[in-house]
């Protein structure tokens, strides 16, 4: 995604042993080495290992989560099943 230009001016999250190479290498990103995952209007990204995990488990559940409970989705207050 940074290749193609959709992150730029918008922050994102890398990897910690990548961070460095990403910022040189796209430096319109602001990235967050320090977070799994970051969401943005138009784009989410997740990192690390299995840095997808929390991304699946919420569209998985997003479903059939009741609409008083979503805030439990949120990335502060997310746990897995």
Not at 24 to 43: G, L, M, P
Request: net charge positive; charged share 20%.
């Amino acid at each position: 995604m940074a290749a193609s230009g959709q992150l730029n001016d918008q922050p994102a999250t890398v990897t910690w042993w990548l961070a460095e190479a990403m910022v040189k290498r796209y430096n319109k990103v602001h990235w967050q080495s320090e977070h799994n995952c970051v969401f943005n209007e138009r784009t989410a990204t997740a990192s690390g290992v299995n840095g997808y995990a929390y991304l699946k488990d919420v569209l998985t559940r997003l479903p059939t989560q009741r609409a008083s409970e979503i805030v439990e989705l949120l990335p502060h207050k997310w746990a897995p099943v």
